[in-house]
């Protein structure tokens, strides 16, 4: 079974930058659906950015080319490094990920993600 943990959550100011882990057990990594979401105060959780099987990475417009997402393998850690933060970007970080799913017409569907993380908060202020 998949067991996802987060980690590196923590306070930044506006235009910083900060780094996010999830560290995957009980299964390999790669091959499948394994990604980023957020769930900012008083709205849904939302995708942030998703890895497919094809190591093609999704990103959503709203992080695109301030966000980048890699897979550290030999660790089996996912890595989100933010950079230029905005307060927009505060929220509760979480992983998740779906071993069935080897490619997704619409990666960020809340319910086609089977295994969650309990997440980390990070708080970007002005």
């Known amino acids: 079974q998949v067991q996802l943990t987060e980690s590196g959550g923590g306070s930044v100011q506006s235009g910083g930058s900060h780094i996010l882990a999830c560290e995957v057990s009980?299964?390999?990594?790669?091959?499948?659906?394994l990604g980023w979401f957020r769930q900012a105060p008083g709205k849904e959780r939302e995708g942030v950015a998703v890895?497919?099987?094809?190591?093609?990475?999704t990103y959503a417009d709203s992080v695109q080319g301030r966000f980048t997402m890699s897979l550290d393998k030999a660790s089996k850690t996912l890595f989100l490094r933010m950079n230029r933060l905005e307060p927009d970007d505060t929220a509760v970080y979480y992983c998740?990920?779906?071993?069935?799913?080897?490619?997704?017409?619409?990666?960020?569907?809340?319910?086609?993600?089977?295994?969650w993380g309990k997440g980390t908060q990070v708080t970007v202020s002005s």
């Open positions: 890895l497919d099987g094809n190591s093609m990475t």
């Open positions: 009980g299964y390999t990594v790669g091959g499948y659906c």
């Open positions: 998740a990920a779906d071993p069935r799913k080897y490619w997704l017409a619409r990666p960020f569907t809340l319910s086609e993600y089977n295994y």
